[in-house]
């Protein structure tokens, strides 16, 4: 690859994933310029980004963006109208994956199993539950497990849930509310259509939210995962396969719940990362590194797909 080229690392924007936004692009752009990638910028995006662009002329974009509008497809169609290549997934693939129940109505009729679940507007849950006890509440178009809830018999958030009690509830009109899958929290990341490993996420306190995902120490990383053979080929041919139904390009990452006591039929996947963290403690890093791919390997390997996506 020509490292004259002048990459654009395009982080930050103004999501509730800003900040780890931020840590991905800067390692980001470190990595290359260690690489010795003479012409690196890195851009904290705003309301301007489309004139700033204009301004800098990059000959690739590399979307270290999380959540929304760099996740959901609103940057993708804008460097497609620019013709600028960029790392990740493309428009219509970023406007499905962010969307947590369009891409059940996507992947399920294909045979990847995942949680049964359904819309429900938040004011509704100040009556009644949604379903039995546990569930899982969460926004439908958010990532980083930003506003889950898990509802238990033991939760105090009351029965029905309390108006005045912290929860999604009081941030987002509409939640998508799934039967809680009780097991082990497992991710696979896919790179370039091809699954890397499994990771178990064992969080300290609570469950494997935002807080947990972003601070280091409160979560053990597995990896490989000590999960039997046969379940880690099941999880890591579902996750290439929804990859490659959304049409995912570069790096994605599926998460998954696993039911131990129903084997391979407790497998279930929970959604699809098409703008996976870069951050020291992100996944997607990680499981390269067990597959001997280094951090800035990583990075050119992403960028290389984007070029060549341009002149295919």
Known sequence: MNKDLRVVVLMGGWSSEREVSLTSGRGVANALRERGWSNVVELDMDRNVAHRLEELKPDVVFNAL???PGE????????DLMGIPYTHSGLETSVIAIDKEITKMVLVPHGIRMPAGKIVESES????????RPYVLKPVNEGSSVGV??????????????RDVEGPWKHFDSLLAEPFVKGHELTVAV???EALAVTELKPKVGFY???SKYTDGLTEHVCPAQIPDDIARSMMGMAAKAHRLLGCRGASRSDFRWDDELGEAGIFLL???TQPGMTPLSLVPEQAKVRGI????LVERLIEEALARKKG
């Open 294 to 297: 280094s951090y800035g390997e």
């Open 125 to 132: 849950l100040f009556r009644e539950d949604p379903m039995a």
């Open 209 to 211: 939210d935002y807080d």
């Open 271 to 273: 959604e699809v990362n």
């Open 72 to 79: 959901d497809g609103t940057v993708q169609g804008m460097l």
């Open 191 to 193: 790179l370039n259509d």
């Open 149 to 162: 809830a898990i509802v238990t018999d033991e939760s105090n958030y009351g029965s029905p849930i309390g």
């Open 66 to 68: 999380h959540g929304t």
